[in-house]
């Protein structure tokens, strides 16, 4: 049973993975992070289950916890950098080039 | 209170320059403040001068631990050798703050700092806290170079900065190594200074550790060829800066050599004083030779620095007590004179916006007494009998005849270099025709003069009057060298009393 | 008898003091209203004139003590001391310095009243007169250091003052150059100076460094160091005293105003040399090579200065190279260990190269600062005074008895004759007759003869009396002063060498009375050929000849100063370029500038990986961590 839950898991994880990489809209990448948060909760309380324990519970809610701040940091971040460039293209976003 | 004269004399300005740096004051509040400080930081060092005892050992000894676990204490001490650096840089430094009015509030509170770090490095008597002001001092010259300098300032300020860490990083690891073989060979950890001096030291790592520390403080003197920062910082950075570099920082680097490598690789040192010694002695004939080929006044001055800076450094390699005790005076002699033909310098671009020699001509017509002090700051620095300068190179070449007949010849010739390119400035800056970038020249204001004439007197009382300062250095010269010598323990067993007594005072408390 | 005495220590400071006050009043004044000349005037006078009345009373102190124990000293504060090396700031007063003290102060006061006329509307009058108090307050200490080092503060201190002298028309750059190639040159020799002194004091020092500590053990000293010492003094001297190699400076030096070229680079500074020699007689006189090298440098220099002074057209550079000559007799004679002869040669040199020189500056001054002789002629009528002193001074140089440099210069060739130095002696004959030759080449050309400029003819007058009569009392000097060491022969009692002997380790040569007629008439004839030459070729006025072959080489100098110019000082300032612009920036800063580059390239190489999109940041972290998981999972099985 246990291994169903983990290769959904590793399934949303992934795919999480190739949003992040191949898309460049910036609310798409940042989805795709909510998904890797969600495919890491998923085990979470999966394993939780098979061991019979609260640790895995307490840490998916402050998984979740942290997910909801970062949102709304993050949030704030895409306006400011729409505001600044007009676009949400992350490849317009490159200042770290070397 | 007068027991932590010498924490005074370094925190006083570290913590007004730190407060200044973290207030909204304006540079008039800032000069003041600076003025006030480092006024008061003479106060204290004539203060000092007439307490010390003509005697070797650490005087004004303080010690507190900081780490136990690993003999890391905070301790402080200064000897005849010491006293001098230390003196002259509470001699110098306020006349900085009389001279020059146009910085921002920023870099008088790093003159503080560099002030304070400065006597952190003189009077450490513990290796980490040495390496901890050694580096301390580096910080406030990069703001200063960087930010206050001349238009290429940014390469200098890098090429200043890694040039010193990088030797920096090679002395702490010999410091490391000495604190390790300390705890090797007597069961407990201590980085203090006169402890270190009992260690026996041999065996290839020993000669790594030896460079270590050598090519740190051959870099900071500088020794050739390791002083090709300088021409570069000493004239990109603003007047006050390059004063402070050529007048004391070189000099903590010779001051350092004496205090932590003449004693502690008493071996290795005797193996590689000749190679030193050419280094010195070349290193003078080199940068004496092409400062007579510089078009800027002050990066002459800065080749000049350097290469009275080889002489002095020789001083120390030549391991005899004229030498020695001549390294030292000169340190003095040569922080006043060059200092001020720095300062010199600083007003002379000031006044003419140029620091090409080929645009000056017939400035001592209309500044006469301008002409006068810096001719005398000038004969000063070539050695002329009379003023500061002379003693402490013959002494010098004294030394270095008995260390080497070849080195003592080559090391006369700085009579000779040195009078070539200073007569050639000389003649080119003050005398012939007047162009017009020099047109109209001002003399010294009166608060100019003023500021200037102790300084000349000084140069002046040192040359013909040196017995009180060199019977001050002598002792503290005579016990490195027994240090240095084969039987050191004996003469040192004082000078670590005087420290253990000093711990004694401060746990009571 | 005491010897300690507390007022030789007043004779340097003085004019210091004076020097001190007057350039202290110049720099406050100079660019405001100056102050007027005759109270510089006053103060530059009284320090010397005080100086020589001190002068005096050492004299006659001295001269009330025994013979054995003539001697005063002063020891005013210890100056430094190092371990063995103990110096102290202290005067020493023996017949030897009490001679050169007299003769110093004495032409010192005299140059200072007629410079107070030479000088008159100069802007730079206090300057003047404060360097020259300067100078003869350096002077001083040097003749009364009472040991090496202090001599030295003197030595240097007169070179000092001699290249600002020479460079005290610094508005022309021709001047500066003078004065600095003076002050290099001598720093060349001073080099020599220091280190004798090195060699000196780790030889024998330790028991004390002054002259009377060294004399009483200079007999420990190794012959090998002794020679060492001997000739790296005399390397100093040699720079001092403007002798070959160094003697190139002093015809430049001419450059000063003619006073100074008086005092300082005819009558006392360039004797030092000749007087550390004799101070030092005390090692001179043990190492015999020592002393060969010294008498046949000075001689040939004596030849080399009097070739070149038959051809020069400017008077002061024919006064200039005949100094050069007379100090080669000099030093020939303290060379031939006959220091006495020597030092008296300083004496009686002193008095009448200085009144030549004031002389040769009144006519200068009478010409409106034309030096050229050819632009001279018929002077005679138009200034007595100074025809006539100037004469005296021109008989004394060329050795005519019974003037002063007659007996001087006959007491140096015998000397050299008596110790079977027959070399020296033949030369020092020869280079007699070309000084009379040159000597009244100069007084026929500039005195006698026809006007041959008309114009500047009509304008000379006579000099004012601030400045003839210092002439004048030279003149009596140049007459009278070789009558103090008048030799046996003409009955008289060599006072001077009596005088001197306690202070110089010298042994009078006996010779026959045979070998000192030969002497004294080889000089006579010497001298009468020369001026017989001289009288034929310019007695009844000659027109500027054009120099051909060996004369172009000499009126040229040999090219001696080209020649310096291109092995030493082009080389120099080639070398100084060269590290300027190329062996500083890519040899020895090479390694930085190559540290600094490679980390360039390395972090061109790095930056490619930099491209700057977040989600190819993300890629490499996957894989990193993909490569960490499967390492781990390997090391876990």
Known sequence: MIQSYLTVSVILFCLGIVGVISRRNVFTVFMSIELMLNAANLSFVALARLHESMDGHVLALMVMA????????????????????GKL????FSLLKG | MFEHVLSVMIFLPIVAGLVLLLTPAGKGIARLTGGVISFAGLVLGIDIFFKFKNQGPLQFVENIPMIPSLGINYSLGIDGISLFILLAGAVLLPMVYLLFTTKSKGYYANLLIVQGAMAGAVCAADMILFYVFWEVMLLPVFFMLGLWGGESRIPATIKITIYTIAGSLLMLLGIIYTGVSYHAQFGEWSFNIVQMTQLQMAGPVAVLAFFGFMIAFAIKIPLFPFHTWLPDAYTEAPTATTFVLSAIMAKIGVYAVIRLVVPIFDGEFARYALLLAYSGVIGMMYCGITAIAQKDFKRMFAFSSASHMGVIALGVFCMNLQALTGSVFQIVAHATSTGVLFLFAGILEDRVKTRKIADLGGIAYTAPVFALFFAIAMLASVGLPGTSGFIGEFLIILGAIKFNVLIGVLAGTTLIIGVCYMLWMFQRVFFEKTKPASEGFKDLTLTEGLTFLPVILLIIFMGLYPQPFLEKIEPAAQLHLAAADAGKTIALADNTHALVQGSTVETQK | MEHNVTFLGYIPILPLIGAAVLGLLHVGTCTRKPIHEKIYGVFACIGPLLSFVLALRVFFTLKGMPEEARYLTQEAFTWFQVGDLNISMGFLADPLSSLMLLFVTLIGSLIHIYSIGYMSGDKNFGKFFAYLNLFLGSMLVLV??????????????????????ISFYCEDTDNVLAGNKAFIVNRIGDLGFVLGMGFLFWAIGAQGFDFMSL????????????????????????????QIPLYVWLPDAMAGPTPVSALIHAATMVTAGVYMVARFSFIYAHVPLAGEIVAWVGILTALLAAIFGMFQDDIKKVLAYSTVSQLGYMFAGVGVAAYSAGIFHVFTHAFFKALLFLGAGAVIYAMHHEQNIWKMGGLKKKMPKTYITMLIGALALAGCPPFAGFFSKDEILFSALATGHYGIWIVGVLVAGMTAYYTFRMIFVVFHGEPRDQEAYDHAHEAPAVMTVPLIILAVGALCAGFLNLPAIFGGHQQVSHWLAPSLTEHHPHASLFVEIIAIGASVLAFVIGIRAAYKRFGAGAEEPQFQGFAKFAYHKFYVDELYDAVFVQPYK???DAI??????????????????????????????????????????????????????????
């Open chain 3, 215 to 242: 004399k009483a053990n200079a007999h420990v000293l190794a012959p090998g160091v002794a020679l060492t010492v001997c000739l790296l003094l005399f390397v100093g001297a040699t720079g001092k005293s403007a």
């Open chain 1, 66 to 85: 942290v997910a909801a701040a970062e949102a709304a940091l993050a949030l704030a971040v895409v306006i400011l950098l729409h505001k600044h460039k």
């Open chain 1, 89 to 92: 293209d992350t490849n317009v």
């Open chain 3, 574 to 576: 080639r070398i100084g």
């Open chain 3, 580 to 637: 300027r612009k190329t062996i500083e920036p890519s040899v020895t800063d090479g390694p930085v500038t190559l540290a600094a580059k490679v980390y360039m390239i390395a972090g061109a190489a790095f930056k490619v990986f930099q491209v700057g999109y977040v989600r190819v940041y993300a890629l490499y972290m996957i894989i990193g961590l993909s490569v960490m998981s499967l390492l781990l999972s390997q090391s876990l099985n």
């Open chain 3, 144 to 165: 009364l250091g009472d040991s090496p080092v202090v001599m030295f503060v003197g030595w240097e201190g007169v070179g000092l003052c001699s290249y600002l002298l």
